[in-house]
């Protein structure tokens, strides 16, 4: 969490009329900057975390994980065993979809490569990149442990290493949501901003991506969208279109690299590339005409910001090669598995889902999460104060939209539990959400704010509940029959009745009880 904080700008309160200049913090400093609003988001996790559920049985969390124990503990990227272990696990407990997706011979699309005789995985590595950490301290710990009879086995399969993986995620949904909140901090007081970042939280599928179905890419893709926003936008003052794009080198490799990451984890969440671009022609066409005009200030700041764009493309290149090779083992080109592409190609072309992603009545995301609704109104009052930065939010939020959209044949995420391909825009949404929260909390009292976000909370808790042990049938999508009676009835007493289960033994709760 400090190293996360180091890279950031001391917040600053809307009250502050301008930033003071600091040298890099020490620990000390950065303790003292947490205020009232992260110490709650810390407690939420730590108060969440006793009931998650850290497993691995779902197909794309098999392949997240593959990458991870294959490369350290094979020291390749041969899957079969991976998916082997994983897939008879899931037919001994009458689920073979890990081994009808990723094993079972399909003629049309064969799952392994024959060019390169590699067995596909459509999952990135950057997901693995960042449970790596922890998946080399919990084998650490695992041999040690065995020095004293342990008798666990050293093979990335026993419980310490998918412990590993899972906890790790969960922390980066810790660090994303703290650095969010500080984000929001410069536009919003603590009431204002930790009620945005607690609702956003828990109204939306990042809470279950968190506690739940933890060893997915949405929670390392999150941060790593949080802690781009934050080195990107460094300090609270002046506004974004005042600035020039004017960063140190330093700066604009740190974009580099977490840019590489973020493509890396999630391969659609580059197109959040956009932003510094978009910004960055802004300044150009600010700069540009006056240096031409022979404005030696202009001149310099020209050639600043081209040298700072010539080393984030370079580093962004060099953080990319390690999933280039990967793609080039495992498919014979540097380019993903056909796989992904006829995502794209099924919707013949353009993005004909945009709509559908957001308003669709069993799909659609502010169905789903209608706390996104209010906190994308709310770009509008950060656009007060800073119009650029709440245009390019708006923006991010768009693309991921459209990328959606044109997946053809996967496009509503029919199985998965909420609209998780918007997970990553959280940011976005709070930078808004927390703006105009913190509108209506100079002119209201707090309960006026508080109470709508605790019933979206409920709503997305009332359909956690439905998805997992209620009414299993909205994995296929929202059932608005009796929606109202299963929220406001139905769930409260099934919960009550299983407090046990859901406390202490969650895994008969669960779909191919493993954990």
């Not at 009232?36 to 407690?43: E, K």
């Not at 392994?112 to 710990?141: C, E, Y």
């Not at 922390?171 to 703290?178: D, K, R, S, V």
């Amino acid at each position: 969490m400090l190293l996360c904080y180091s890279v950031m700008e001391t917040p600053s309160s809307p009250a502050q009329s301008a930033p003071r200049a600091r040298t890099l913090p020490t620990t000390v400093a950065l303790l003292r900057r947490v205020d009232a609003g992260g110490y709650v988001l810390v407690l939420l996790f730590l108060l969440l975390l006793p009931i998650s559920t850290p497993r691995i049985y779902a197909t794309d969390e098999v392949q997240y994980y593959a990458y991870l124990r294959s490369a350290y503990i094979d020291r390749d990227l041969d899957f079969r065993n991976e998916y082997e272990h994983f897939a008879q696990i899931g037919l001994a407990n009458s689920d073979p979809a890990i081994y009808n997706a990723l094993l079972r011979d399909h003629p049309d699309d064969p799952p392994v490569n024959p060019q390169t005789g590699k067995l596909r995985n459509v999952a990135p590595i950057g997901a693995a990149v960042l449970w790596s950490p922890g998946f080399i301290l919990a084998d650490i710990g695992v041999r040690f442990a065995n020095l004293f009879g342990a008798g666990i086995p050293p093979d990335g399969f026993a419980r310490p290493y998918i412990y590993a993986a899972c906890f790790m995620s969960a922390g980066y949904a810790l660090l994303g949501m703290l650095l969010t909140y500080r984000l929001c901090r410069r536009y919003a007081g603590i009431l204002a901003a930790t009620l945005a970042c607690v609702t956003l939280w828990l109204a939306t599928p990042l809470v279950f991506y968190s506690f739940i179905a933890m060893p997915w890419a949405h929670a390392p893709g999150f941060f790593l969208v949080a802690l781009f926003l934050t080195i990107w936008l460094g300090k609270p003052y002046p506004p974004l279109a005042d600035r020039y794009a004017q960063r140190s080198l330093r700066t604009w490799a740190l974009l580099g690299a977490v840019g590489g990451l973020m493509a890396m984890t999630r391969e659609q969440l580059g197109l959040l590339l956009l932003l510094p671009a978009i910004e960055s022609l802004y300044a150009y066409a600010r700069l540009v005409p006056a240096a031409l005009r022979g404005t030696a200030a202009a001149r310099q700041q020209v050639q600043q910001l081209a040298q700072g764009h010539a080393l984030f493309l370079v580093c962004l290149a060099l953080f990319l090669l390690p999933q280039f090779a990967t793609y080039q083992i495992l498919n014979g080109r540097p380019l993903p598995a056909s796989t992904v592409a006829g995502k794209l190609s099924a919707s013949g072309g353009g993005s004909p889902y945009f709509f559908a992603t957001l308003i669709h009545p069993r799909h659609g995301a502010f169905l789903w999460s209608p706390v996104l609704v209010p906190a994308l109104a709310g770009l509008a009052w950060l656009a007060r104060r800073d119009w650029l930065l709440a245009a390019l939010c708006l923006l991010g939020c768009v693309v991921q939209t459209y990328i959606n959209g044109s997946f053809g044949s996967t496009w509503h995420l029919t199985g998965a539990f909420g609209f998780r391909r918007l997970i990553e825009c959280i940011p976005f949404f709070a930078l808004g959400l927390a703006a105009l929260l913190e509108w209506l909390h100079r002119r209201t009292h707090p309960a006026v704010i508080i109470v709508p976000c605790l019933l979206l909370i409920g709503w997305n808790i009332g359909l956690i509940a439905q998805w997992t042990v209620v009414r299993p049938e909205l994995r296929r999508g929202l059932i608005w029959d009796d929606m109202l009676y299963y929220q406001v009835v139905e769930v409260p007493q099934q919960i009550i009745g299983r407090l046990g289960d859901l406390l202490f033994n969650r895994c008969r709760l669960m779909q191919n009880q493993t954990c």
